[in-house]
């Protein structure tokens, strides 16, 4: 490993030199095919100063020690650097899944194309599954080499983009939930395949739901066994955990805290400052203790998965508490920007959910408290596995 204070020097050299100026104000409303290319070029200028996977195998193209890592996320968020919003899903769910449970011929033929820029979507949520995944009805049927996939999937992050998308399908209909499903590397542009955008509140399309009516997978493109998919759907989630959230707070503790102060500090109509009532000065500063707090518990899951010593409840209490101080911090960005926040329609994409436009922030921060398990799951995860509550019984219907 490289001296940390080296390495943290020669990132903030490397930022002040390649994060693009101004960025914020040039990717605000601009249409979909230039924020795409936008994306796809911001991560190459990552992938060059090998920056864009530092958490993959050195063999592929990563292997920056967990320290240095850290060093990295807290860097970008300094300089407030674009966020990789298309390459997410790529770079952590996809990557992790091939590298825990995919073959060697899947590794080689996607990790390549994935640095390449292929971008992927997860297919795994379904309408009327609710937060049970192990509900979902679509069908993949084994036919000769290939499965034949009917159903529909909701929620798909950038699906209209997407090359390819990690999708669990039951091929088993007379098993236990958890042990009839399987899971496949979906080619998108497959015959069969139809994506709707779903139009948010923030006016977004982000979100979309996948119709797949008799589309044909090879066998090839299944990961693990058959039947195994739910296991291997772990490695997928995991990928949520840890460093990803490290990034996530620590740009909720830089851009976001930053945009919190200016927001208090900038004069109103009759020239008063939010920051000159007492009210708003202590929730500010309680805002800045919590987020201290956040961007420490995020350093020390990191290094406890690092070390293996890890705890059961551990992502579930770091979730929680990022998505909740989200919504908080963006509903009090709401509140002292005034009706102005209400009037800004439009966010650069790749800002994530501190883009400054507050009203927007705070309707997209909802969406944190429900993916990945919701606020309700997670404390149950949490008062089960980490407090060692008795599981809530559970009534006959």
Known sequence: MRDLDEFRASVRQWCHEHVPADWRRAQTGVPEEEFVAFQKAWFQELRRAGFAVPHWPREWGGGMAVAEQIVLHQELAVHDAPRLVLAFVAIHHAAATLLAAGTDEQRRRHLPAILDGEIWAQGFSEPGAGS?????????????GSYVVDGQKVWASGAVHADRCLLLARTDPDAPKRHGISYFLLDMSA?????RPIRQATGESHFCEIFLDGVVVPASDLVGRENDGWRTAQETLGAERGMTMLELAERLGNAGFRW???TCTRPGPTGARPI?????ADRLAAFETELTGLRALCRELVERHDAGTARPADASIVKLYYSELLQRATDFGTDVAGPAAHAELRKPLSSGWESGAWALDFIGSWEWTIPGGTSEIQRTIIGERGLGLPREPRTAR
């Open 276 to 280: 000159d009532d007492s009210l708003v």
């Open 260 to 262: 919190l102060v200016e």
């Open 191 to 195: 015959p069969g395949i139809d994506v």
């Open 132 to 144: 049970d995944l192990a509900a979902l009805r679509t069908t993949a049927r084994r036919r000769g």
